[in-house]
């Protein structure tokens, strides 16, 4: 299941996240796919337990796609040296650090957090902080490494 927020925006305004749709599809091979059996589950913010989103239900055949897509892109990952990892980890660490205040909003109405303050929280994450530091230890390996 994968629920991100988009247009990509970081806003500190709670009503203007709050006008944000979120995706309800699959990640599935680099795209986002409807389930093959098209069923959707209703995700709840407990605190008012009122629908937050209609989500796409992943079922036995969209499992086997997700981990046929994993089996084939394996080969050419582990081929990656250290330093081109690193690039993935830290291209993510941007990623996640541009669009903290939306994941903060998802993880709040997702987790029941009173959305007003404690979204923030999650800007606060050591999250971007440790996959940058990770992404640099590549450079720092010496002798022989399993990476």
Same mark, same amino acid.
């Given at each position: 299941?994968?629920?991100?927020?988009?247009?990509? #925006?970081?806003?500190?305004? #709670?009503?203007? &996240?709050?006008?944000?749709?979120?995706?309800?599809?699959?990640? #599935?091979?680099?795209? +986002?796919?409807?389930?093959?059996?098209?069923?959707?589950?209703?995700?709840?913010?407990?605190?008012?337990?009122?629908?937050?989103?209609?989500? +796409?239900? /992943?079922?036995?055949?969209?499992?086997?796609?997700?981990?046929? /897509?994993?089996?084939? =892109? +394996?080969?050419?990952?582990?081929?990656?040296?250290?330093?081109?990892? /690193?690039?993935?980890?830290?291209? &993510? =660490?941007? /990623?996640?650090?541009?669009?903290?205040?939306?994941? %903060?909003?998802?993880?709040?109405?997702?987790?029941?957090?009173?959305?007003?303050?404690?979204?923030?929280?999650?800007?606060?994450?050591?999250?971007?902080?440790?996959?940058?530091?990770? =992404?640099?230890?590549?450079?720092?390996?010496? %002798?022989?490494?399993?990476?």
């Amino acid at each position: 299941m994968s629920i991100l927020i988009s247009p990509p #925006i970081v806003s500190d305004n #709670i009503e203007q &996240l709050k006008e944000l749709p979120i995706k309800n599809r699959l990640f #599935i091979n680099g795209e +986002f796919v409807t389930s093959k059996s098209r069923k959707t589950f209703s995700g709840i913010y407990p605190t008012t337990e009122k629908v937050s989103a209609q989500v +796409f239900e /992943a079922g036995p055949e969209d499992v086997d796609d997700a981990v046929a /897509a994993a089996k084939a =892109a +394996f080969p050419a990952w582990s081929e990656l040296g250290a330093l081109e990892r /690193a690039k993935y980890l830290f291209k &993510l =660490a941007d /990623a996640l650090e541009k669009h903290l205040s939306e994941l %903060g909003y998802v993880d709040a109405i997702t987790m029941g957090k009173p959305v007003d303050n404690d979204y923030k929280s999650f800007t606060n994450s050591v999250s971007v902080v440790q996959l940058r530091y990770f =992404a640099g230890r590549s450079t720092e390996i010496q %002798g022989e490494a399993s990476l």
